[in-house]
């Protein structure tokens, strides 16, 4: 796999389409992070809208 880092975003989901395998790294440029919750208080509470299965 030809993954370029993007060591702004880390990343340890491995189940991640955009997860650097051996490193945790996202090989996106930007990603998108978003809630479920109407008024978040935990980070439990946020989610990464950027995410994609492999």
Do not use: W
Not at 12 to 32: F, K, P
Request: proline content about 2%; glycine content about 4%; overall charge neutral.
């Amino acid at each position: 796999m030809n993954c370029h880092a993007n060591k702004s975003i880390e990343c340890t989901v491995q189940q991640c389409a955009h997860h650097c395998q051996g490193e945790n790294y996202c090989s996106l440029n930007r990603i998108l992070v978003g809630t479920h919750e109407a008024s978040p208080s935990m980070d439990q509470c946020t989610d990464c809208k950027s995410f994609r299965q492999k």
